[in-house]
């Protein structure tokens, strides 16, 4: 088995995509949520039904009591945790700043970005061979937005997902030596409920197609990418930002 990997909101979208191509890989699957526990056991369902091993957690990834609880879970039912997909997201009602609420800019950064940086430390605290850990890798979910800006739709989100990108590099670098990889992967348009619950439901209808490679991702091709950022054929990959956008 190549180890126990925990995908935060592994529920819906791309989370799902990569709970199942990790339990396809043989990772035992902790699949994260916070709300949908219909659709994470229904991942958890189908990882068993193909043979592999997976367990569906409640966890708010912004509370840090939350986030110990989601390790210490997933410890006890699968082993410690050797890679972790920081993929719990949202962007927010889309809007202006000025007309922004303070409640949607503060769930999107906490989510986004405290979220990352909580399950990050859980991480690293467990798989840091500096701390007796077995090392690790650990994959952020960014956006094409960290470098687009996204005026006049979500500025709060591109920011979060700027300082993802930050936090990636910086943690790449202090923990090199201690067996842990850490990488982003930057997705452009991905065919999921998120451009619905912003309040763009025809999003992908009107934009994917002005994409370079004319059309959105599936969740899996961004699952792709993040199993091969975590497994040992990228095993001289850390700090990297990888942008799968289609080209644009
Ligand atoms: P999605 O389909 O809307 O799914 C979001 C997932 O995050 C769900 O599993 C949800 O759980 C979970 N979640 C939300 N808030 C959470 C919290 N506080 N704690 C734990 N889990 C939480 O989203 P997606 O499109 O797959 O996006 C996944 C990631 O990719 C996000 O980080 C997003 O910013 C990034 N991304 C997406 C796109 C795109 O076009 N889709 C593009 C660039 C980047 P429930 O099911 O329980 O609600």
Redesign the pocket.
């Known amino acids: 088995m190549a180890g126990t990997i925990i995908v935060?909101?592994?529920?819906?979208?791309?989370?799902?995509a990569t709970s199942r191509l990790a339990a396809a890989r043989g990772y035992g699957v902790c699949v994260?949520?916070?709300?949908?526990a219909a659709?994470?056991e229904a991942v958890v369902r189908d990882i068993a039904g193909a043979g592999a091993r997976a367990i569906a957690v409640q966890?708010?990834?912004?509370r840090e009591d939350a986030v110990e609880g989601l390790f210490e879970s997933a410890g006890r039912a699968l082993g410690p945790a050797t890679a972790l997909v920081n993929?719990?997201?949202?962007?927010g009602r889309v809007n202006r700043l000025d007309e922004a609420s303070s409640e949607t800019i503060r769930t999107v950064v906490e989510?986004?970005l405290l979220?990352t940086i909580w399950c990050s430390r859980a991480a690293v605290r467990r798989m840091s061979t500096r701390r007796g850990g077995p090392g690790g890798a650990i994959v952020n979910?960014?956006?094409?937005?960290a470098t687009i800006g996204s005026p006049g739709e979500y500025v709060w989100?591109a920011a979060a997902?700027g300082a993802v990108d930050s936090f990636t590099l910086g943690l790449a670098k202090e923990v090199a030596g201690e067996g842990i990889r850490v990488n982003a992967v930057?997705?452009?348009?991905?065919d999921?409920?998120?451009?619905a619950?912003s309040g763009m439901p025809e999003r992908l209808a009107e934009d994917a197609p002005k994409v370079p490679l004319g059309r959105?991702a599936a969740?899996r091709e961004?699952a792709e990418a993040i199993l091969w950022l975590l497994s040992d054929a990228a095993s001289y990959v850390t700090g990297t930002v990888l942008r799968v956008a289609g080209g644009r």
């Open positions: 935060t909101g592994g529920s819906r979208g791309i989370g799902a994260n949520y916070l709300n949908n659709a994470a966890a708010d990834v912004a993929n719990a997201g949202l962007a989510v986004n979220g979910l960014s956006s094409g937005a989100y997902k930057a997705p452009g348009f991905v999921t409920e998120i451009h619950a959105a969740p961004i």
